[in-house]
């Protein structure tokens, strides 16, 4: 569900590593789920969707995975670089709207 | 293809003044809109979002209040503005709401002071 309240959590990896971040979500209902990726002082970008009826799908340099029997979703990076550092939000539909975790804050380390 | 614009970008107001930030949709018509709001280092909490002209749901008891005079026209007011009111405020919008992408404005920054 919603933590608009809560600082968010850092991950920081070296550049050209795999960076893996993690979302739990709570509405075992939701059929659809979205990552967004947002730089500072700008408006979330769409990075990858996935549906329900998925368990991976793959983007460009961007793996998403979806595990509905613990209600955990991933967001995998290939090889990160410096343009990848942002704060990452996983968000899962909640039949009227779209419902947003607290968000990780991805920091790369030269 | 579509394109999402609000505007100010940035704005200082003191206590107790007045609110207005617009956004509009270019694109596509009838679009669900939104508007989020997201404090310093924090998550994005839903305000208000509208199915249509007229058409305002509201998601949290606030100062603020939402209009739609027009399909692809959304804007944000406050007849008093609170210092709790500051922070990042984005405009989005989406096809329909379930199983469709929300597309985020480049977000308005609000300091109340």
């Known amino acids: 569900g919603e933590s608009v309240g809560l600082h968010l959590p850092t991950l920081s990896v070296q550049e050209g590593d795999n960076s893996i971040i993690n979302c739990a979500y709570s509405?075992?209902?939701?059929?659809?789920f979205i990552w967004y990726k947002q730089e500072s002082g700008k408006g979330p970008q769409f990075i990858i969707d996935i549906r329900s009826n998925m368990d991976k799908r793959q983007g460009q340099r961007v793996t998403v995975l979806l595990n509905k029997t613990v209600k955990h979703l991933s967001l995998q990076i290939a090889a990160t670089q410096p343009g990848d550092s942002a704060v990452y939000f996983c968000a899962e539909t909640d039949a009227q709207k779209l419902v947003f975790g607290q968000g990780t804050r991805l920091t790369i380390n030269p | 293809s579509q394109t999402i614009h609000q505007w100010p970008a940035t704005l200082v107001q003191p206590v107790g003044s007045p609110l207005s930030l617009e956004c509009t949709v270019e694109?596509?018509?009838?679009?669900?809109l939104y508007w989020y709001r997201q404090a310093a280092g924090r998550g994005l909490q839903l305000l208000f979002y509208s199915v249509g002209i007229g058409q305002i749901s509201s998601e949290v008891p606030q100062n603020l209040s939402a209009s739609r005079p027009q399909d692809r026209q959304f804007i944000l007011s406050s007849k008093k503005l609170l210092l709790s009111d500051s922070g990042f405020y984005l405009c989005a919008w989406s096809r329909v709401y379930s199983g469709n992408t929300i597309y985020f404005g480049e977000g308005s920054w609000l300091t109340v002071v």
């Open positions: 694109g596509t018509s009838n679009p669900n």
């Open positions: 509405n075992s209902a939701s059929d659809y």
